[in-house]
């Protein structure tokens, strides 16, 4: 059935067309992605900018990491049963974040490394630009060979420059206020805590240009092309936006309430409204609700799996720190129940359930200087992550369920 309503003006379509010509077009913006994802390419860029000694040392620690086929070997590992487990852990700060869990994991033996990695830092100028965010690409993506999420909080202060090519192009005029010298930020009238806009929620007025904008220019800067998408909005937008841009991708976040298969079901009209020529859909991911029974779960990947939209993944939290959600938050014996059922899922970590020091949202929202301060102990926080991730999903496996970890930890 059709839609009563479009979900987007003409007006929409030809500011987001306007944006995305502005940086070249579909084609070229692929081009641009492709390029900056080959790791000769971003290692180039870290020893320009300084990052070349951060890469050495991950090239080191790479050779320790633990090997998934050695432990199939070693507890004669066989699969028996349907549901496939992919792994993906939260909280990937930065450079030197990303180096200290490294080196933790390294110096271990045993930790399996994440499939997938989800990064809730600001794409701000200064990370997009002086090298950190294409340093930390570099380790995950290249080196970890895991699948990458970056974050755009439209509420990042940008610089006036950037504002007023965007506006320029646009036609659109947003509401900011100077957050410092040479620097607007959006208006944020929800946000009730420091960190109460999280992931960018608030997208009032036409601020999903702003979203656009921010996921475009990191993707063209560093090849970063799988971004967290926090609205219905952003949603519409992105999946509008990338139509043709085949190398990007969007996670939908879990805050943005897909709850049940009602729900679901709203977002699988919006892929499909905007679904690409190939029948696939901009959408990667669909992160379900916190609140979600493993019989709902089941019943959501029935309905994706009926939609005939192809290769989108479902996940879910097995474990949030302790201001995600309810206290000792636990959905790993739901998960047995979802995988038995003969369904694949993505298992995500926030925590990992012992409500350490530092694994809490406010510490996504650390300045660059406590961030930087602080790195040894938040890889550690990031370590222990996927410490947890890698034990449960090793129990999954002697269960008979197949599960699917970082290139890295496979010898070829």
């Known amino acids: 059935m059709a839609l009563h309503f479009n979900l987007l003006t003409e007006k929409d379509m030809k500011q987001m067309d306007a944006l995305k010509e502005s940086y ?24 320009e900018k300084g990052f070349g000694e951060t890469l050495d040392k991950t090239e080191e620690y790479a050779k320790s990491i633990a090997k998934v086929e050695d432990f199939i070997e070693k507890e004669n590992i066989r699969v028996t049963k349907d549901g496939i487990v992919t792994t993906q852990v939260s909280g990937w700060q930065g450079a030197p974040v990303a180096l200290s869990c490294m ?9 399996l490394a994440p499939k997938e990695m989800i990064s809730v830092m600001a794409l ?16 995950t993506e290249n080196i970890y060979g895991s699948k ?29 206020v100077e957050s410092s010298p040479g620097m607007r930020s959006l208006v944020l ?41 926090p609205s219905w909005s952003t949603i519409v937008a992105g999946c509008y936006y990338a139509r043709d841009i085949k190398n990007m991708e ?15 079901r709203m977002l ?63 959905w790993t014996e739901n998960t047995y129940n979802v995988l038995d059922a003969g369904v694949d899922m993505t298992i995500k970590y926030e925590s990992d359930g012992t409500s350490r020091p530092l694994d809490t949202m406010a510490t996504y929202f650390l300045s660059k200087e406590e961030r930087l301060k602080q ?22 496996m002697r269960r008979g369920h197949k599960a699917i970890f970082g290139k890295l930890s496979y010898k070829n």
Request: negative net charge.
């Open 375 to 396: 790195a040894e102990e938040i890889g550690e926080v990031l370590y222990y992550k996927s410490v947890r991730c890698s034990n449960d999903v090793k129990e999954m």
């Open 268 to 330: 699988l009209n919006i892929m499909k409204e905007y679904i690409r020529d190939d029948g696939t859909s901009a959408l990667y991911e669909i992160n379900l609700g916190n609140a979600m029974s493993p019989e709902m779960f089941i019943q959501c990947a029935r309905e994706l799996r009926a939609s005939g939209i192809p290769y989108v993944s479902i996940s879910a939290h097995l474990r949030i720190n302790p201001d995600l959600g309810i206290e000792n938050f636990n």
């Open 189 to 229: 009238k929800n946000q009730g805590t420091f960190f109460g806009n999280f992931g960018g929620i608030e997208v009032a007025n036409n601020n999903h240009l702003v979203y656009l904008d921010g996921i475009t220019r990191a993707a063209v800067n560093t090849g970063t092309n799988f971004f967290l998408n």
């Open 103 to 111: 080196r933790r994991m390294a110096e271990d033996g045993t930790t």
């Open 148 to 176: 990458f999420c970056s974050a755009n909080l439209i509420g990042t202060p940008l610089s006036n420059e950037s504002y007023a090519r965007l506006e320029k192009i646009t036609g659109e005029r947003f509401e900011t």
């Open 124 to 139: 701000t100028e200064d990370y997009v630009y002086n090298g950190e965010l294409i340093t930390t690409l570099a380790i």
């Open 24 to 47: 070249g077009g579909a084609s070229e913006i692929m081009k641009t992605i492709e390029n900056k994802r080959k790791y000769e390419t971003r290692k180039r860029i870290a020893n």
């Open 250 to 264: 969007f996670k939908i976040s879990m805050l943005l309430s897909t709850q049940n298969a009602i729900q679901l």
